[in-house]
């Protein structure tokens, strides 16, 4: 699939906390980067919950979380990082959470956008569902002048993003073969140092995750995306 895609100029993922991104699709951000695609990540909250730790605060684990992500965006070839800062665990899909996503997409301006795929049947933890439809129903707002006019001031312009590519989705329909950057994708996720107890398991369960996506397709490795075309 990877061969007959077109890959966008920019694009811009939109996600509920650090390490989401990496653990749905860095594989395919890094290998895109690598072609000179643009990548910006915006963050709905900043993890600012993510710790076991009695002693840590919600603003220090936030700071440390937002380091790890920036970090594991530079390694995976992202440029640009937008942290909307919302509370972790309380995500609510709305009007406010539109408006400020749809500004995000005005501002950076993506022909393409990965998100969380709102429609997975039984996705239990909220923010992921939340940060799906915030990320969909802000790319409709963003494209058309009257939605949110008040954010068109000092040049700022509507902004039609042409597709979507929605990442945890239990129903892909297209797949791109990650082999070249796995291990790009297995170092992305090594930066979120505050998440993950012990590296070794995790780097098995995603090989084995990836090597499970792409047997379907007849690769090695692999991740898999439900495909929108937003006409
Ligand atoms: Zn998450």
């Known amino acids: 699939m990877a061969d007959a ?13 650090p390490d989401d991104v990496d653990f749905g699709c860095s594989g395919t951000i890094a290998l895109w980067t690598a072609q000179g695609v643009h ?5 709905l909250t900043s993890g600012n919950k993510g710790t076991h730790d009695a002693k840590m605060t919600a603003e220090r684990i936030a700071a440390i979380r937002e380091k790890e992500q920036q970090e594991a965006g530079r390694r995976a070839g992202a440029s640009e990082f937008v942290f ?28 393409l956008v990965f998100c969380q795929d709102p429609w997975r049947q039984y ?15 802000g790319v ?3 494209r058309d002048h009257l939605f949110f006019p008040e954010q068109l001031t000092n040049g ?28 790009t994708k297995i170092h992305a996720l090594q930066a979120h140092e505050s998440q993950i107890g012990d590296f070794k398991r995790l780097a098995e369960r995603m ?13 090695e490795k692999a991740e898999a995306f439900r495909y929108l075309e937003l006409a």
């Open 5 to 17: 895609f077109e890959l966008p100029r920019r694009a811009m993922a939109i996600f509920a906390h």
């Open 39 to 43: 990548v910006t990540y915006c963050l």
């Open 84 to 111: 909307l800062r919302h509370d972790d665990g309380e995500l609510e899909v709305g009007m406010d959470m539109r408006a400020e996503v749809c500004k995000v997409i005005r501002v950076h301006k993506p022909d």
């Open 123 to 137: 996705q239990i933890h909220p923010d992921h569902r939340v940060a799906g439809w915030s990320a969909l129903d």
């Open 140 to 142: 409709i707002a963003a």
């Open 156 to 183: 700022l312009v509507h902004h039609r993003v042409s597709r979507a590519l929605l990442f945890g989705t239990a129903d892909p329909n297209v797949w791109f073969d990650i082999s070249s950057t796995m291990k």
């Open 207 to 219: 090989h084995a995750f990836a090597g499970a996506t792409g047997t379907a397709w007849g690769l």
